[in-house]
């Protein structure tokens, strides 16, 4: 029965508060940065441990661009092992009652197959209903960075999608998002200021009639994209057979019985 979205979003949810905390571990000075940072990389390994492979992978790309020296790297080490000590006690009962078992075959659906060079180039990873304007608009703001020479959000996104393939999607968002801002936030400096709009061009982007107009249909797109997906496509219930089934087991066999499940 696929539920992993029910520890996926808290998980997601403390993998930007630890990268948001290792931000600050490597551009501010003290130790709480390491302690809440530290703390929140072992709710999400607790929450969803696919999701600790994604947190690592953007806390390696925030090392390399902004703590890359004698004190990030020590940093970095003693979060480390604060995550790994915080951790153990729950690492440490699955191996002692499973083996290594969950975790090697956990690996082998991480996705790293020769095809999943092809879904990066695709760069299908919004899943918008329609015409995929926020992909589009991430993919040129990709390139836009390289241009500048500032790799960090690049780095960020390759190094999510090489961990693990198989969810990408997910812990891409919030780069995706980024990149895709950066490069709509470019292309809407080139609107002209109107005389009415902007005498002196001098004013916020939003005050522009053209951005507006430009921004409240991509909007609107975003909006419907949004709906379609969880009202048209998304299987978001049980189904009502689903659950008439479970009530029927439970009422009919012992509580300790065993199930074989046969799918598609």
């Given at each position: 029965?696929?539920?992993?979205?029910?520890t996926?979003?808290?998980a997601?949810?403390?993998?930007?508060?630890?990268?948001?905390?290792?931000?600050?571990?490597?551009?501010?000075?003290?130790?709480?940065?390491?302690?809440?940072?530290?703390?929140?990389?072992?709710?999400?390994?607790?929450?969803?441990?696919?999701?600790?492979?994604?947190?690592?992978?953007?806390?390696?790309?925030?090392?390399?661009?902004?703590?890359r020296?004698?004190?990030?790297?020590?940093?970095?080490?003693?979060?480390?092992?604060?995550?790994?000590?915080?951790?153990?006690?729950?690492g440490?009962?699955?191996?002692?009652?499973?083996?290594?078992?969950?975790?090697?075959?956990?690996?082998?659906?991480?996705?790293?197959?020769?095809?999943?060079?092809?879904?990066?180039?695709?760069?299908?990873?919004?899943?918008?209903?329609?015409?995929?304007?926020?992909?589009?608009?991430?993919?040129?703001?990709?390139?836009?960075?390289?241009?500048?020479?500032?790799?960090?959000?690049?780095?960020?996104?390759?190094?999510?999608?090489?961990?693990?393939?198989?969810?990408?999607?997910?812990?891409?968002?919030?780069?995706?998002?980024?990149?895709?801002?950066?490069?709509?936030?470019?292309?809407?400096?080139?609107?002209?200021?109107?005389?009415?709009?902007?005498?002196?061009?001098?004013?916020?982007?939003?005050?522009?009639?053209?951005?507006?107009?430009?921004?409240?249909?991509?909007?609107?797109?975003?909006?419907?994209?949004?709906?379609?997906?969880?009202?048209?496509?998304?299987?978001?219930?049980?189904?009502?057979?689903?659950?008439?089934?479970?009530?029927?087991?439970?009422?009919n066999?012992?509580?300790?019985?065993?199930?074989?499940?046969?799918?598609?």
């Open positions: 029965i696929m539920g992993g979205g029910l996926r979003a808290p997601f949810l403390f993998s930007i508060m630890t990268l948001h905390c290792a931000y600050r571990l490597y551009t501010q000075k003290g130790w709480p940065p390491i302690l809440w940072t530290a703390l929140f990389a072992t709710l999400t390994v607790l929450c969803h441990p696919e999701a600790g492979l994604h947190t690592a992978a953007g806390a390696l790309a925030l090392f390399l661009f902004f703590g020296n004698k004190s990030g790297l020590w940093k970095s080490l003693a979060v480390a092992a604060l995550t790994r000590a915080l951790t153990a006690p729950w440490a009962t699955v191996i002692v009652r499973h083996g290594l078992d969950p975790f090697l075959a956990a690996g082998r659906t991480s996705g790293h197959t020769f095809d999943s060079v092809f879904t990066l180039f695709k760069f299908d990873f919004t899943g918008e209903y329609g015409l995929q304007t926020i992909g589009v608009l991430a993919l040129v703001g990709l390139f836009w960075q390289l241009a500048k020479k500032q790799a960090f959000l690049p780095a960020w996104t390759l190094l999510n999608f090489f961990v693990e393939p198989r969810s990408a999607a997910l812990y891409l968002a919030p780069g995706i998002a980024l990149l895709a801002a950066l490069a709509l936030g470019g292309i809407f400096q080139a609107f002209p200021a109107g005389k009415r709009d902007d005498p002196q061009g001098t004013g916020e982007l939003l005050d522009r009639r053209g951005v507006k107009l430009a921004f409240g249909v991509l909007l609107a797109q975003w909006l419907f994209s949004a709906m379609a997906l969880v009202l048209l496509e998304g299987n978001l219930t049980v189904p009502a057979a689903d659950r008439q089934a479970f009530d029927w087991a439970r009422e066999t012992p509580a300790g019985s065993r199930f074989l499940i046969l799918t598609g």
